[in-house]
């Protein structure tokens, strides 16, 4: 026997219009996860500035992101540049390095290269990984906001690779 039909509606009925409205509800759900994350092309610090402005300004009051994002320029902790420091680590095989050159503007990390430096052909195809990987996972970050766990299915060279941030961030600090 079937189930009996609900405000004239039969079952198929209901069950798509269940179905369309929980698709509808997870579009949404993405659309708004979407939105939460930063665009690539607005820099962080642009982006937390006009928030700022917009949380704290009372109608009629005079502007201040200006006065917020020259404030956050001067709170810059680390020079500009390009820095280049090695990493070690150790593997089942045993002490692996890989070289870390990071170019950082305002804080952020701009670019990041990796350059394997295995010692056998397990370590080589996990730095390989690592170093394709990499520039997704950090590229856009703040430099103190660096904590590299597993990239590419490499979670060893992460330890190389913090170990030399770790030496950039000594060596840039201003």
Same mark, same amino acid.
């Given at each position: 026997?079937?189930?009996? +039909?609900?405000?004239?509606? @039969?079952?198929?009925?209901?069950?798509?219009?269940?179905?369309?409205?929980?698709?509808?509800? $997870?579009?949404?759900?993405? +659309?708004?996860?979407?939105? #939460?994350? @930063?665009?690539?092309?607005? /820099?962080?610090?642009? &982006? =937390?500035? +006009?928030?700022? *402005?917009? +949380?704290?300004?009372? /109608?009629?009051?005079?502007?201040?992101?200006?006065?917020t994002a020259d404030a956050a320029a001067t709170d810059q =902790?680390? #020079?500009?540049?390009?820095? *280049?420091? *090695?990493?070690?680590?150790? =593997? /089942?095989?045993? /002490?692996?390095?890989? $070289? !870390?050159?990071?170019?950082?503007?305002?804080? !952020?990390?701009?670019?990041?290269?990796?350059?394997?430096? @295995?010692?056998?052909? *397990?370590?080589?195809?996990?730095?390989?990984?690592?170093?394709?990987?990499? &520039?997704?996972?950090?590229?856009?970050?703040?430099?103190?906001?660096?904590? !590299?766990?597993?990239?590419?299915? &490499? =979670?060893?060279? &992460?330890?190389?690779?913090?170990?030399?941030?770790?030496?950039?961030?000594?060596?840039?600090?201003?």
């Amino acid at each position: 026997m079937t189930a009996p +039909a609900r405000a004239g509606f @039969p079952l198929h009925k209901r069950v798509l219009t269940a179905l369309a409205a929980v698709s509808i509800l $997870g579009a949404a759900g993405c +659309a708004g996860a979407e939105a #939460e994350t @930063p665009a690539a092309e607005a /820099p962080a610090a642009e &982006s =937390s500035a +006009a928030d700022a *402005t917009d +949380a704290t300004e009372a /109608p009629g009051a005079a502007p201040t992101g200006a006065a917020t994002a020259d404030a956050a320029a001067t709170d810059q =902790s680390y #020079e500009d540049g390009t820095y *280049t420091q *090695t990493g070690g680590y150790q =593997s /089942p095989a045993g /002490p692996e390095e890989v $070289g !870390v050159t990071l170019t950082l503007a305002a804080d !952020v990390v701009t670019a990041v290269e990796v350059e394997p430096m @295995p010692d056998n052909p *397990t370590t080589t195809m996990y730095q390989e990984r690592f170093a394709g990987g990499i &520039s997704d996972a950090i590229v856009g970050k703040k430099l103190d906001e660096l904590a !590299v766990d597993k990239v590419a299915g &490499s =979670s060893l060279t &992460s330890g190389g690779f913090n170990e030399a941030a770790d030496k950039i961030k000594s060596e840039a600090q201003l």
